[in-house]
């Protein structure tokens, strides 16, 4: 672990993890109603907060971006790091939210501020939830990183990576939006999305061996 | 001593920026230990050159190799080896001295902390003042510091010297060439700043439009190059062992530029009349060269339009 | 004694350092038997690369100026190589032919040329005293 190397790419995704993080908490703590009854946000803020990410750690033109490539890192050392950093840029904004539901801070507020009808059944039902966001974070990084890379490279194979990606993220969505938690099609699209996230880790690690650092 | 391997092989190296051609067939072979200029005019292609020797961009024709293995692969197998300091490569503003310091010590195993407090830290930056408020000397002096401190055996510069005073440039150059001369690593340093450079220089490398139109030791060139003032009309002899690196018609004389391996005598041996002989410097050599590699480029655009 | 070394002339820097040690030897600035910096001494006080006063050091070897004794160093030979009469005479007649020629090109006759020969001989010598 090249903890200098790691730190400065967390450096970058600094003001993405201040504005989620504050975004996520809030809805988190004030949206009315179970979680589960607004599934759309979520997955829609991951997606937005994924890209974020990945363009935030992504920004192949830019000197910073060529002096880093220029110190002597292995690129695999560059890849895991980068992968770790956006993994805990994530987790950054994913423990605080996930803290406000397992803790009884969401159902305080809404039983106290609110006097909301489902109170004693609001904790359980949303700490399923919150399990579903981090798997979502944690397969569309890769997938995300994989498509960016190879839609950079303009000696690669262009578009083909980036629009597959594209197609799976909305297939996906589109099913974990219409189906519960525990029932069969949703756990497909996980296990789907978990193979592909693997995948993509891999390629993504062959790809930016031959990274182009025209800048 | 024992004969020199060679750190770099380029041969036939190219580039292409969509139809623009920035490198054409370079091919050169640079042993160790030695300090390397590499000269030309603005777009002559020296920082694509440099990006190929770091293996940072993919060639479109030809290759290199550094160490002996594929440039393109030494950022996967062999990557603290070459540090690099492009002209268009810089650190995030809020990063601090101290930062760049560590984070170099983290890439490279036999980092120098003790060079690189000495030098990076000397003439009055603070270990703690963000990168973005450096003067633009004390950017390149920290920078610089921290890529000769790297300890890696071959160490591409483009213009380092940028922006210091004259006691900093001469100070950067003479500690270039000590780490060169204790640890026998290679460097190659790209600088419009040929006074500079001629002090400490082992060999140069001139590109112009992409081309390299002239490679070789210093010191070989001193001997082998001459300027030749001919009165018009003064005819080569066929045959002759030397070659004409440029030519210039003024008004009442034809200024040439020859080399041979056989030096003065030889020059003054291949012209039927008696001409004016005398050495010449690396700048009037490296205007005379680009110049003429220029004129030929605007008459071959007339020839094609 | 103190190299110095003009990097802008055209001039071999190797061919610059042996014409000053020549000179150090004959004005008797460097004694017979005088040590030389080692190669990599003078290669860090020059700021030059190590081959090229290895190139030097061999040249002077080569003229029997110096002798290089392997892990000692390089010293001021005690005597001057053995030449014949006619052939320093030879010698030194085409180097005086040289300089007549580039005196006569900035104008100055042979007269002249001697007395500046004459006068930077007794400069010379001023030194060594």
């Known amino acids: 672990m090249k903890l200098r190397l790691f730190l400065w790419l967390m450096r970058r995704l600094r003001p993405i993890t201040t504005v989620a993080a504050a975004v996520a908490c809030g809805w988190t703590l004030l949206v009315p109603g179970p979680l589960y009854e607004s599934r759309e946000w979520p997955l829609l803020f991951i997606l937005?907060?994924?890209?974020?990410?990945?363009?935030?750690?992504?920004?192949?033109?830019?000197?910073?971006?060529?002096?880093?490539?220029?110190?002597?890192?292995?690129?695999?050392?560059?890849?895991?790091?980068?992968?770790?950093?956006?993994?805990?840029?994530?987790?950054?904004?994913?423990?605080?939210?996930?803290l406000i539901v397992a803790t009884p801070a969401r159902s305080f507020v809404h039983d106290r501020l609110f006097t909301s009808p489902y109170y004693p059944i609001m904790q359980p039902r949303d700490a399923i939830e919150i399990w579903q966001w981090l798997w979502t974070y944690l397969a569309l990084l890769p997938l995300m990183a994989y498509g960016w890379i190879r839609e950079s490279q303009p000696t690669r194979g262009m578009m083909g990576g980036w629009l597959l990606v594209i197609?799976?993220?909305?297939?996906?969505?589109?099913?974990?939006?219409?189906?519960?938690p525990g029932e069969f099609p949703r756990e497909l699209v996980n296990g789907a999305y978990g193979l592909a996230a693997l995948i993509c880790l891999i390629a993504g690690r062959r790809l930016y061996r031959a990274l182009e650092v025209r800048r | 001593?024992?004969?020199?391997?060679?750190?770099?092989?380029?041969?036939?190296?190219?580039?292409?920026?969509?139809?623009?051609?920035?490198?054409?067939?370079?091919?050169?072979?640079?042993?160790?230990?030695?300090?390397?200029?590499?000269?030309?005019?603005?777009?002559a292609g020296k920082s694509t050159f440099l990006k190929l020797c770091a293996g940072m961009i993919e060639p479109t024709d030809g290759g290199a190799s550094i160490f002996g293995i594929s440039a393109r692969e030494a950022p996967n197998s062999a990557p603290w080896r070459v540090a690099c300091l492009l002209d268009s490569h810089e650190p995030p503003e809020w990063a601090d001295g101290r930062r760049l310091v560590a984070?170099?010590?983290?890439?490279?195993?036999?980092?120098?902390?003790?060079?690189?407090?000495?030098?990076?830290?000397?003439?009055?930056?603070?270990?703690?003042?963000?990168?973005?408020?450096?003067?633009?000397?004390?950017?390149?002096?920290?920078?610089?510091?921290?890529?000769?401190?790297?300890?890696?055996?071959?160490?591409?510069?483009?213009?380092?010297?940028?922006?210091?005073?004259?006691?900093?440039?001469?100070?950067?150059?003479?500690?270039?060439?000590?780490?060169?001369?204790?640890?026998?690593?290679?460097?190659?340093?790209?600088?419009?700043?040929?006074?500079?450079?001629?002090?400490?220089?082992?060999?140069?490398?001139?590109?112009?439009?992409?081309?390299?139109?002239?490679?070789?030791?210093?010191?070989?060139?001193?001997?082998e190059v001459r300027e030749i003032e001919a009165p018009l009309g003064a005819a080569l002899k066929p045959d002759s062992p030397i070659e004409i690196l440029a030519r210039r018609r003024e008004r009442d004389a034809e200024l040439l530029w020859a080399r041979s391996t056989g030096g003065e005598r030889a020059i003054a041996a291949a012209f039927d009349a008696a001409p004016a002989i005398s050495p010449v410097g690396l700048e009037d050599l490296y205007l005379a060269l680009t110049q003429t590699s220029f004129e030929e480029f605007e008459s071959a655009q007339e020839v094609q339009s | 004694m103190r190299i110095r070394l003009d990097h802008h002339s055209g001039e071999p820097i190797w061919r610059q350092i042996v014409e000053q040690?020549?000179?150090?030897?004959?004005?008797?600035?460097?004694?017979?038997?005088?040590?030389?910096?080692?190669?990599?001494?003078?290669?860090?006080?020059?700021?030059?690369?190590?081959?090229?006063?290895?190139?030097?050091?061999?040249?002077?070897?080569?003229?029997?100026?110096?002798?290089?004794?392997?892990?000692?160093?390089?010293?001021?030979?005690?005597?001057?190589?053995?030449?014949?009469?006619?052939?320093?005479?030879?010698?030194?007649?085409?180097?005086?032919?040289?300089?007549?020629?580039?005196?006569?090109?900035?104008?100055?006759?042979?007269?002249?040329?001697?007395k500046i020969v004459s006068e930077v001989a007794d400069e010379m010598e001023r030194q060594h005293d």
């Open chain 2, 103 to 223: 984070m170099q010590a983290e890439a490279s195993p036999r980092f120098d902390r003790a060079f690189a407090d000495a030098f990076c830290f000397g003439g009055g930056i603070d270990p703690r003042q963000p990168y973005g408020s450096l003067s633009r000397g004390q950017r390149r002096r920290l920078l610089a510091g921290v890529v000769l401190a790297s300890g890696a055996d071959l160490i591409l510069l483009d213009e380092p010297a940028d922006g210091l005073d004259t006691a900093a440039r001469r100070d950067l150059y003479d500690r270039l060439r000590r780490r060169v001369n204790d640890s026998g690593s290679t460097a190659i340093v790209a600088t419009h700043n040929i006074h500079d450079i001629e002090r400490v220089a082992d060999d140069v490398a001139i590109l112009a439009r992409g081309r390299l139109v002239l490679h070789g030791s210093l010191e070989e060139l001193r001997e």
């Open chain 3, 21 to 114: 040690v020549k000179y150090g030897v004959a004005s008797a600035a460097l004694e017979p038997g005088a040590q030389l910096p080692s190669i990599r001494a003078l290669a860090a006080e020059l700021g030059i690369n190590p081959r090229t006063v290895v190139k030097a050091y061999e040249e002077l070897d080569h003229m029997g100026l110096v002798v290089m004794r392997q892990g000692q160093g390089v010293f001021v030979a005690d005597r001057r190589p053995d030449v014949t009469a006619s052939a320093r005479r030879r010698l030194i007649a085409d180097l005086g032919r040289r300089l007549l020629a580039e005196g006569a090109r900035l104008g100055a006759d042979a007269d002249e040329v001697i």
């Open chain 1, 167 to 180: 197609a799976a993220i909305i297939a996906g969505f589109s099913m974990l939006n219409i189906t519960r």
């Open chain 2, 1 to 43: 001593m024992t004969e020199p391997t060679h750190v770099l092989v380029a041969r036939r190296l190219s580039r292409d920026y969509g139809r623009r051609r920035a490198l054409d067939a370079v091919s050169l072979e640079i042993p160790a230990g030695r300090i390397v200029a590499l000269l030309g005019p603005n777009g």
């Open chain 1, 48 to 98: 937005a907060h994924s890209i974020a990410i990945t363009s935030a750690l992504g920004r192949f033109m830019t000197p910073q971006f060529a002096w880093l490539h220029g110190r002597g890192y292995s690129r695999a050392a560059l890849w895991s790091h980068t992968m770790a950093a956006a993994g805990a840029g994530a987790l950054a904004v994913w423990i605080p939210a996930a």
